[in-house]
């Protein structure tokens, strides 16, 4: 089983471009999130769905755009990349909320130089 | 609004030792409880969750934690470190009632001494 799959692994941006990070999950699961990883902060959630067609914000939305298009896939966007969104990002799925466990992918890491 | 404390963000034990790692929580009302391990390079995966009825959980390779309401802890625990074991190890907590976030603490990063 594939579980969460986050693409691409690795990306290096220019301040400015954008791009989009995908996940995909295989567990029929109806939540979905967007996690950022830096150093001695843990992760912060950035965006969040509780099924297909919504979004919600998370902790630290600022700068980036997210989609819910079908459930099986959430979407990451970031639309003018800054220095500071390099980190790692994590997506994970959970089938609900709350006692539920999140089941996360390997993670993308992002450098916006 | 949740928060969760993990007291020590490096940890060092020595191969066959006892491995503690703190963690506290700020609810009133106890919340779920978690313990996520994260492997080098690699995503988050579940240790042990506590939800309801014995406070002592045991998880994956060897691991417990128990839940403490008076002390608003969870700590983990495992009697004996395994060089496996060296990651980095996260609490996380979770409302009871009607909210699907997970609040995450920064971290221990355990390493163990051959």
């Known amino acids: 089983n594939a579980g969460v799959t986050q693409t691409p692994k690795f990306r290096v941006l220019k301040t400015g471009q954008s791009m989009t990070l995908l996940c995909a999950q295989d567990?029929?699961?109806?939540?979905m999130y967007w996690y950022r990883q830096d150093p001695g902060m843990g992760l912060r959630l950035i965006h969040y769905?509780?099924?297909?067609?919504?979004?919600a914000k998370g902790e630290v939305p600022d700068g980036y755009n997210v989609s819910r298009l079908k459930k099986q896939n959430f979407l990451l966007g970031l639309e003018s990349a800054a220095p500071s969104q390099t980190s790692v990002y994590f997506c994970?799925?959970?089938?609900?909320?709350?006692?539920?466990?999140?089941?996360f992918g390997a993670g993308t890491r992002l450098s916006v130089l | 609004a949740q928060s969760v404390t993990q007291l020590g963000s490096h940890v060092s034990v020595s191969e066959g030792a006892l491995v503690l790692l703190r963690c506290n929580y700020s609810?009133?009302?106890?919340?779920?409880l978690f313990w996520y391990v994260q492997y080098p390079n690699q995503g988050l995966q579940l240790l042990l969750k506590?939800?309801?009825?014995?406070?002592l959980v045991k998880g994956i390779n060897g691991f417990e934690a128990e839940f403490k309401k008076s002390e608003t802890s969870f700590h983990l625990t495992k009697p004996s470190a395994h060089m496996s074991d060296a990651a980095e190890y996260f609490c996380?907590?979770?409302?009871?009632?009607?909210?699907?976030?997970?609040?995450f603490g920064t971290g221990t990063r355990l390493t163990i001494i051959p």
């Open positions: 609810s009133s009302v106890p919340p779920y």
């Open positions: 769905s509780v099924g297909e067609g919504t979004t």
């Open positions: 994970a799925s959970s089938f609900k909320a709350g006692r539920d466990i999140q089941y």
């Open positions: 567990m029929n699961h109806e939540y």
């Open positions: 996380a907590v979770s409302d009871r009632f009607g909210n699907e976030k997970l609040t």
């Open positions: 506590y939800t309801t009825g014995a406070t």
